[in-house]
C-alpha cells in the first residue's frame, strides 16, 4: 500500500505517485473501475492481443464434425 495526492495539471487531475513504486511506468495506462463503496480497483490498460491478427488467425475448428456452423445461424 501506498499513498498518493491529486494534483492540477492544467485543466485536469492527476495522482502524484512516488517513483520509489515500481508498478507504475512513465506513460503507462490504467483504468479505474468504480465500485458501489466509492472506491475504485485500479488495473492496467492492456493492448488489444486481437488488433494485430490477420483474418482467420484465430479461427477453432468445430469441436462436432457433424455439426456446420451455416446450419446454426
Same mark, same amino acid.
Given at each position: 500500500?501506498?499513498?498518493?495526492? *491529486? *494534483?492540477?495539471?492544467?485543466?485536469?487531475?492527476?495522482?502524484?505517485?512516488?517513483?520509489?513504486?515500481?508498478?507504475?511506468?512513465?506513460?503507462?495506462? &490504467?483504468?479505474?473501475?468504480?465500485?458501489?463503496?466509492?472506491?475504485?480497483?485500479?488495473?492496467?490498460?492492456?493492448?488489444?492481443?486481437?488488433?494485430?491478427?490477420?483474418?482467420?488467425?484465430?479461427?477453432?475448428?468445430?469441436? &462436432?464434425?457433424?455439426?456446420?456452423?451455416?446450419?446454426?445461424?
Amino acid at each position: 500500500m501506498f499513498k498518493s495526492k *491529486v *494534483v492540477k495539471r492544467g485543466n485536469s487531475l492527476a495522482l502524484s505517485l512516488s517513483e520509489a513504486d515500481k508498478k507504475f511506468s512513465l506513460n503507462s495506462n &490504467w483504468i479505474f473501475i468504480p465500485q458501489k463503496n466509492g472506491s475504485y480497483v485500479v488495473v492496467p490498460k492492456l493492448d488489444d492481443p486481437y488488433a494485430s491478427g490477420e483474418a482467420g488467425a484465430y479461427y477453432v475448428s468445430e469441436e &462436432w464434425s457433424d455439426i456446420n456452423q451455416s446450419d446454426v445461424e
